[in-house]
């Protein structure tokens, strides 16, 4: 198994411009999540999905969207970049039962960079 | 609000002492918790969880203790190793708005071992 995958590793965008974060897993794991890390600092959830066609705002939602067309895949899209988005978004999913969240298993993350 | 913090910020020991990584929490309602590693530039990784109807769990090399009286929780890392140099996160699994499908991270304490 792969595990949580994302892509890009590395992205540097210009201010106002738009890019898709892409999460990918394949552990058949119902609830996925999207989180911010700033330097020094610990995890902000920014989007999660407790199921294909269902997503539920986290903590810091504004100036993300997501969706969850397939079980697999959890993108992550940033419209009109700002520099306070700076920072490395992490992916993960987990094994959610009665509305139990489960452990966590983490993407590698992708360090965004808006100039 | 509820919040997941963390005595210390750093912790440094020397290799083979045995190192201790605190975490308050202040939602009573929570009734899991984990631990995480995270190295540099890699997302975070799974250590241990615990159950509030437990007080302590062991795994290789570490320990959890959950004291509920006064809503602590903490990793205990034994012979603790250079590998083991990483930030460490507690987050905690409680109903929030309805849901507990969300974890909360604290900050993370940074732990250097000492050769």
């Known amino acids: 198994n792969a595990g949580v995958t994302q892509t890009p590793k590395f992205r540097i965008l210009k201010i106002g411009q738009s890019m898709t974060l892409q999460c990918a897993q394949d552990?058949?794991?119902?609830?996925m999540y999207w989180y911010r890390q700033d330097p020094g600092m610990g995890l902000k959830l920014i989007y999660y999905s407790v199921g294909a066609g269902i997503t539920d705002k986290g903590e810091v939602p504004n100036g993300y969207n997501v969706s969850r067309s397939t079980t697999e895949d959890f993108p992550l899209r940033l419209e009109l970049a700002a520099p306070s988005q700076t920072s490395v978004y992490f992916c993960?999913?987990?094994?959610?039962?009665?509305?139990?969240?489960?452990?966590?298993?983490f993407g590698p993350g992708t360090r965004l960079t808006v100039l | 609000g509820e919040s997941v913090g963390l005595h210390l910020p750093t912790l440094s020991v020397q290799e083979g002492d045995n190192s201790i990584i605190n975490c308050a929490y202040s939602n009573s309602a929570s009734d899991y918790f984990i631990w995480y590693k995270q190295e540099s530039g890699k997302g975070p990784q799974f250590i241990i969880d615990?159950?509030?109807?437990?007080d302590k769990r062991q795994g290789q090399r570490v320990t959890v203790l959950l004291n509920k009286t006064v809503k602590h929780l903490s990793l205990q890392i034994a012979a603790t190793q250079p590998g083991d140099s990483a930030v460490y996160f507690c987050?905690?699994?409680?109903?929030?708005?309805?849901?507990?499908?969300?974890?909360?991270f604290g900050k993370g304490t940074l732990l250097t071992v000492n050769p």
């Open positions: 615990i159950r509030s109807n437990m």
């Open positions: 552990m058949n794991h119902n609830y």
């Open positions: 987050a905690e699994n409680g109903y929030s708005g309805g849901s507990n499908y969300k974890l909360t």
């Open positions: 993960a999913s987990s094994h959610g039962t009665s509305g139990r969240v489960g452990s966590q298993y």
